[in-house]
């Protein structure tokens, strides 16, 4: 069975410190792969996704940038930190290929906590 | 460009009365619709997609969710609700053959004993 693993689960940084968060997935191959971040408890803001490696699309323009080294490896990145990149950052993936059921429904990791002071 | 609406922040429903959480969205072509469910601190979790055929979905724990394609909406709907049903409900959207997945804002359930 897939599963998908997102770490740390917690982090607090000072404002312009770097930040790495590190996704993986296990158990399937070529996925698509999402970060998405949520403010305040609410809404999700799709911030990066890739359909293979070193393949990112970029959501939003920000102090963030997103990476895939490897098939199943997504992480999201920042070299200063700003206190508006607090939140809750979800790590999710799809099936990459065009199944008609199944197609496109994702898979979340339990999310990141981030806190910039 | 693709979009959702979610246009309550928060519905109240006494246990053991139906339960409605509203959804619209826009999108060129057909769309992909997905209900997504998340409880304090965790991840989403899926409950149902739309994808084609009838109208009418059946997902997890007794949630279902009507598609009407001339109002572009798709509403969740449950018969009776459960205090356990209390969460935060989202929903999503993507074009077909696209894999750019946007959700709504969430709207939160509170089921009342």
């Known amino acids: 069975s897939q599963t998908i693993h997102q770490w740390p689960a917690t982090l607090v940084q000072p404002v312009g410190s770097p930040l790495s968060l590190e996704c993986t997935v296990e158990g399937t191959s070529n996925p698509n792969l999402y970060w998405y971040r949520q403010a305040a408890g609410r809404g999700l803001q799709l911030l990066f996704y890739s359909v293979g490696i070193g393949q990112i699309s970029s959501e939003v323009p920000q102090n963030l940038s997103a990476s895939r080294p490897q098939d199943r490896q997504f992480i999201l990145s920042s070299k200063k930190l700003l206190l508006s990149d607090s939140g809750f950052y979800l790590c999710?993936?799809?099936?990459?290929?065009?199944?008609?059921?199944?197609?496109?429904?994702?898979?979340f990791g339990a999310g990141s906590r981030l806190t910039v002071l | 460009a693709q979009s959702v609406a979610q246009p309550e922040d928060q519905v109240n429903v006494a246990e053991g009365n139906p339960l409605t959480v509203k959804c619209t969205y826009s999108v060129s072509g057909n769309p992909y619709l997905f209900w997504y469910v998340q409880y304090p601190n965790r991840g989403l979790q899926f409950l149902l997609k739309y994808i084609t055929g009838d109208n009418l979905v059946k997902g997890s724990y007794g949630f279902e969710a009507e598609f009407n394609k001339s109002q572009t909406s798709f509403h969740l709907k449950k018969p009776s609700a459960l205090v356990s049903d209390s969460a935060l409900y989202f929903c999503?959207?993507?074009?077909?053959?696209?894999?750019?997945?946007?959700f709504g804002t969430g709207t939160k359930l509170q089921v009342i004993p």
């Open positions: 999503a959207v993507t074009p077909r053959g696209y894999q750019k997945v946007t």
């Open positions: 999710a993936w799809s099936l990459g290929t065009a199944a008609l059921d199944g197609a496109n429904v994702l898979t």
